[in-house]
């Protein structure tokens, strides 16, 4: 069977060097032809075409073709998700691929998108990684990809054919909260089966996809899986062209797609779809852009191994052995989906809880793993905080611009606790409000739970010799909220460096401490993530013409010290401030 293979492939390039394209300068309204798609199974049938017009210049130098389509089970379906892609020919000659219909239209009229605007989806040079599309604080994972396209024609919206995305082994509850952003971004969520072709990883024979064929784009599996599923538009050689529009948009990527075959057809009021299942993998999807994804026949991605362990009160519940893509924009977002999931599989989606997740991962191309070890507690919501949180960071080291990085394994262990091991800062005292240079300040922080738990700790701060007279601000914090100055800082200084990328990451500060901030109302600076409270008025001179070039960067409040508040294995949440005064 190896043998063969390299002649299917020049089998396949002869075939499709025959392949001739209808110009789009030549269509007039009239026009009549066929499409290709599957309905059933994995056989390819025909439909009728009939062209309306052209819309012309509907995005920069972009057509969009209309066309009424009938024939097969469209007069009741219209036009079906999963059909993106659906290759149309007149004359024998290829014109596009479905890619946009009308929502709740009455009739199968289609957007179909010209093959020569698809054909320049893949000549373009490969991307440059993007930097900094996601802040550490940020709480949206979707906000960097591209939200779905939508013309209006004739006072109607004709919108790409949303594309359906099986999620196998994932609970209710995660696609129902991760829904709307997700159809927001072109993507329809359902329930589906765990993918058998992905599952074995065994690559398939390209003689099984023609023109038509439906495919799977596979972005996990194992004991969870995610399909995203189209239409094959156009084969040459051994590169494919697929979907007839973006299905995310990430640019240069790396994507196992596999055969898929159709279980049944649902038609419904407003999109009907086709319900399918992917077979064994045939290729690598290597480019997604606006117009058409672009892959590869014969190639084999390998995935990234992720491991998720469900623990509660130090008894094993269940563990999950997953695979998912290594692409710097999907992967966090499917990690935080995988966790939600393990967490919502077994635990209470009512009532207090806490949850401790542990674990690292492993980054090709970086000189140490990311760190994960934090604990978050609340009265609902939980497992949407414990995901972000855990996926957050991991987003924004991808997407950082450095071209080397790349993810290798990840391996979390959560650990849930019936109760709510949270403590709130109620009050911080300082035992003098008057100190002189050479002094200590005496800080008592108290802590309150539910019960009436009450902690009360205390630290000292010594002020240094020689410290200007005026006030001193102690400000007594959880980790989540001493650590927003830091993004701040981070939003307009991003590191130099993976180490220092690194580095950042697993200096977070963590939930189960208090931090005290001691600092002044005096200017301040940061250089590469460094602070250098209150330098002499030379340094804040040279330091100050650097900050006008981005070099440095300048802060308001001027942090002098830092201090910790160790409670144990508790979440510790909110702020308080007081001000000590420094006399002479």
């Not at 596979?218 to 299905?247: C, E, K, P, W």
Request: neutral net charge; aromatic residues 6%; hydrophobic residues 45%.
């Amino acid at each position: 069977m190896p043998r063969l293979i390299p002649l299917l492939f020049l089998l396949a390039a002869g075939l499709c060097a025959q392949t001739a394209f209808f110009p789009l300068r030549d269509l007039k309204p009239g026009m009549t032809g066929v499409g290709k798609t599957v309905f059933t199974g994995d056989r390819v049938e025909e439909f009728r075409v009939e062209i309306l017009g052209v819309l012309e210049n509907v995005g920069p130098k972009q057509s969009l073709i209309l066309a009424r389509l009938s024939g097969g089970p469209l007069e009741r379906t219209s036009v079906l998700q999963g059909m993106s892609g659906s290759p149309v020919y007149i004359d024998g000659k290829l014109v596009g691929a479905v890619a946009m219909a009308f929502p709740w239209a009455k009739e199968p009229v289609a957007g179909i998108r010209p093959i020569e605007e698809m054909i320049r989806a893949g000549a373009g040079p490969p991307d440059r990684p993007r930097r900094a599309a996601v802040q550490l604080g940020d709480t949206d994972l979707t906000r960097p990809l591209a939200p779905a396209e939508e013309i209006l024609a004739g006072g109607l919206k004709l919108a790409e054919v949303a594309t359906p995305v099986s999620f196998g082994g994932f609970t209710t509850a995660t696609l129902e909260h991760f829904a709307p952003r997700l159809r927001a971004l072109g993507l329809e969520p359902r329930q589906g089966m765990r993918a058998g072709g992905s599952r074995g990883q065994q690559m398939g024979s390209p003689a099984a996809l023609q023109p038509g064929s439906m495919i799977s784009v596979q972005l996990m599996a194992g004991d969870m899986s995610i399909g995203a599923d189209g239409t094959v538009t156009h084969i040459d050689g051994n590169r494919i062209y697929a979907f007839g529009h973006r299905f995310l948009s990430v640019g240069t990527t790396a994507l196992p797609f596999a055969r898929a075959e159709v279980i049944a057809l649902l038609p419904t009021l407003s999109t009907s779809f086709k319900i399918s299942t992917a077979k064994e993998l045939m290729g690598t999807i290597s480019q997604d852009r606006n117009t058409a994804v672009v892959g590869e026949l014969g190639r084999k991605t390998p995935m990234v191994p992720m491991t998720i362990t469900m623990s509660r009160n130090g008894r094993k519940l269940e563990s999950y052995d997953i695979r998912m893509v290594d692409d710097r924009f999907l992967a966090p977002l499917l990690m935080q989906m995988a966790v939600f999931s393990t967490i919502d599989a077994t635990e209470r989606t009512v009532g207090a809880g806490s949850l401790r997740v542990t674990g690292e991962i492993e980054l090709q191309g970086a000189p140490a793993p990311i760190k994960v070890d934090n604990m978050y507690a609340a009265d609902n919501g939980s497992a949407l905080l414990a995901s972000l949180s855990t996926a957050v960071p991991l987003a924004w080291v991808l997407q950082s611009g450095f071209d080397t990085l790349g993810l290798r394994r990840v391996a979390l262990d959560i650990e849930s606790f019936g109760e709510k091991k949270q403590l709130q800062i109620d009050q911080v005292t300082a035992a003098r409000r008057q100190v002189r240079p050479g002094e200590k300040v005496e800080l008592y922080t108290v802590l309150v739970g539910d019960n009436g738990a009450e902690v009360t700790r205390k630290v000292e701060y010594q002020v240094p010799v020689g410290a200007r007279p005026g006030p001193l601000y102690f400000t007594v914090a959880d980790g989540a909220t001493a650590n927003v100055q830091d993004y701040r800082l981070l939003a307009g200084n991003a590191p130099k460096s993976v180490e220092r990328l690194i580095d950042t990451v697993n200096n977070m500060r963590a939930n189960t401490k208090a931090y005290v901030r001691v600092w002044r109302a005096d200017p301040a600076f940061q250089l590469e993530g460094a602070d250098l409270p209150d330098p002499p008025p030379s340094a804040a001179l040279i330091l100050g013409g650097q900050a006008s070039a981005g070099a440095v960067q300048q802060t308001r409040n001027a942090k002098v010290a830092e201090l910790e508040i160790a409670v144990g294995d508790m979440v510790i949440s909110g702020s308080k401030t007081i001000q000590v005064e420094v006399k002479e």
